[in-house]
């Protein structure tokens, strides 16, 4: 049995239920977030929960919770889980009123959330490296906003699918944004290059660890626009999320990156990204 938290309550999934006129049901009107727990240990929380604040602010939707209340509800929610490492889905919506575009008044927030298993990639695969397809990015210019209404990311990440990639790599004008549920770093010449944090990408919580860890190692890094010619010439191409963490990319639309196999920045990377998971989940924090 499933346990899920859903207003207030801890109960079975298949007990919980939303009413049809929930403005997440009827306009996408909420945020999310996605919180990977390693050792019965959630990962950057804190981080995860001022993204929540916000992407809440964003869309004018007052936070139902302190973050002492986020955590409390997501201890217990953990409680009903055998499993070590597992992923937290946390989601609000405007709550359930008459359809109206503007926002109702007095009206309680949604609050959901559930966890599964955590699917990090395989070991074989993190060797293999995967491919990935590249598309136009057609969503709309608040992409720092973890919104729940996913229609376009889901249309493009279908791309990849349909082609038997794992991800479509959004280009914007020339430039490289990121994927379609990821952040996508570049390698060139020894250099790590990240597209800056701005409204044209979700600032993701793997991408920070993932420069606070080059800094702290010396690794050469730019954080500024990548030129589409600048992404297709990359020696390395890593995706990252927090349940994909770093995975190299060796495809890009069917043609090898760099060498064809993962990279040794990649592979210094990701053993600092493990040494750090390790590091957290020793310290019991984040
Ligand atoms: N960009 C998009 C569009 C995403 O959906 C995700 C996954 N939440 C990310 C980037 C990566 O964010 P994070 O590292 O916080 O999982």
Same mark, same amino acid.
């Given at each position: 049995?499933?346990?899920?938290?859903?207003?207030?309550?801890?109960?079975?999934?298949?007990?919980?239920?939303?009413?049809?006129?929930?403005?997440?049901?009827?306009?996408?009107?909420?945020?999310?977030?996605?919180?990977?727990?390693?050792?019965?240990?959630?990962?950057?929380? $804190?981080?995860?929960?001022?993204?929540?604040?916000?992407? *809440?602010?964003?869309?004018?939707?007052?936070?139902? $919770?302190?973050?002492?209340?986020?955590?409390?509800?997501?201890?217990?929610?953990?409680?009903?889980?055998?499993?070590?490492?597992?992923?937290?889905?946390?989601?609000?919506?405007?709550?359930?009123? =008459?359809?109206? $575009?503007?926002?109702?008044?007095?009206?309680?927030?949604?609050?959901?959330?559930?966890?599964?298993?955590?699917?990090?990639?395989?070991?074989? *695969? !993190?060797?293999?490296?995967?491919?990935?397809?590249?598309?136009?990015?057609?969503?709309?210019?608040?992409?720092?906003?973890?919104?729940?209404?996913?229609?376009?990311?889901?249309?493009?990440?279908?791309?990849?699918?349909?082609?038997?990639?794992?991800?479509?790599? *959004?280009? !914007?004008?020339?430039?490289?944004?990121?994927?379609?549920?990821?952040?996508?770093?570049?390698?060139?010449?020894?250099?790590?290059?990240?597209?800056? =944090?701005?409204?044209?990408?979700?600032?993701?919580?793997?991408?920070?660890?993932?420069?606070? *860890?080059?800094?702290?190692?010396?690794?050469?890094?730019?954080?500024?626009?990548?030129?589409?010619?600048?992404?297709?010439?990359?020696?390395?191409?890593?995706?990252?999320?927090?349940?994909?963490?770093?995975?190299?990319?060796?495809?890009?639309?069917?043609?090898?990156?760099?060498?064809?196999?993962?990279?040794?920045?990649? =592979?210094?990377?990701?053993?600092?990204?493990?040494? $750090?998971?390790?590091?957290?989940?020793?310290?019991?924090?984040?």
């Amino acid at each position: 049995m499933t346990t899920v938290y859903l207003n207030g309550k801890f109960l079975p999934i298949e007990k919980a239920f939303v009413p049809v006129l929930d403005r997440g049901f009827i306009f996408g009107d909420g945020a999310y977030e996605v919180i990977p727990v390693y050792s019965r240990h959630p990962f950057h929380l $804190h981080e995860h929960l001022l993204r929540l604040q916000r992407s *809440l602010d964003s869309i004018r939707l007052k936070n139902p $919770h302190t973050v002492a209340e986020w955590s409390q509800l997501i201890k217990e929610l953990l409680s009903n889980y055998q499993e070590q490492d597992l992923s937290i889905y946390l989601h609000i919506t405007r709550g359930v009123a =008459k359809r109206d $575009h503007a926002f109702p008044e007095n009206v309680t927030p949604t609050v959901f959330m559930m966890s599964s298993p955590l699917l990090t990639p395989s070991q074989e *695969l !993190r060797d293999r490296g995967v491919s990935v397809i590249t598309a136009q990015d057609n969503r709309w210019l608040r992409c720092d906003i973890k919104s729940i209404a996913l229609l376009p990311n889901v249309l493009l990440r279908q791309l990849a699918v349909d082609t038997g990639a794992v991800e479509t790599i *959004l280009l !914007r004008d020339g430039f490289l944004t990121e994927g379609s549920a990821s952040n996508v770093f570049v390698v060139r010449n020894g250099t790590v290059l990240a597209p800056p =944090k701005n409204e044209l990408i979700l600032p993701g919580v793997t991408y920070d660890v993932v420069i606070e *860890l080059a800094t702290s190692s010396s690794i050469p890094l730019e954080i500024r626009p990548i030129s589409e010619a600048e992404f297709r010439a990359a020696d390395e191409l890593w995706l990252t999320s927090s349940t994909k963490e770093v995975l190299p990319i060796t495809l890009l639309d069917n043609a090898p990156v760099g060498g064809g196999r993962p990279g040794a920045m990649f =592979k210094r990377i990701y053993q600092l990204y493990q040494e $750090h998971k390790n590091q957290v989940m020793r310290l019991g924090n984040s």
